[in-house]
């Protein structure tokens, strides 16, 4: 049973969405496929009997189809956080894109030109979920945003997580984070 002063947050990463780079998408407005609108549908039916507060997003549309399912289906209106945007790991596109984002893990201060760090990414996570809980002293919400970031924002309460750890989380996958006073704690393993 939770304890009345506890919150609770879904974190969620969005389902699965067309291909970067896809022609008339870009990263904000990146829909999710056929597969991925399924899975947020069945994300529905998995927390069917969670009670959810409110429901935050990135910006992007992907993240944000991700949870509509779920704030649809008890009235929530979804607010748009900016900060729940993905890592931005370079301004120019990177062929070799996963070499960077390795190094980035390895090196927290790294970044390609015109990139976001670790660091600097895993910090505005973090005062993200700083600021809902200023807004929700208890309860449960839902946030949506994407795999990198959330890598981070586990990161900085499990130090293990690492880039294989980032590597292996699914579209969709949700972590619940609890926090109790002051302290944010990592509940139950991803589920989709």
Known sequence: MRDRDTLTVLLVRHAEPVAPGTRGFDEFT????AKGIRDAEQLREIHASTRIDAAYS???L???????????????EITTIEDLRERMLSQAELPDWRTHIKHS?????YAPPGGETGRIAQARIVRVLDSIASRHS???VILASHGNLIALALHAFMPKV???FWKSIPMPAVFTLTRDRDRWDLGRAPTK
């Open 58 to 60: 990135s910006p992007y």
């Open 105 to 109: 893990w390895k090196d927290f201060d």
């Open 162 to 164: 690492d880039y294989e």
């Open 62 to 76: 992907r993240a944000r189809q991700t949870i509509e399912p779920i704030a649809q289906a008890r009235g929530l």
């Open 138 to 140: 208890s309860g449960t």
């Open 30 to 33: 990146r829909p999710l496929t």
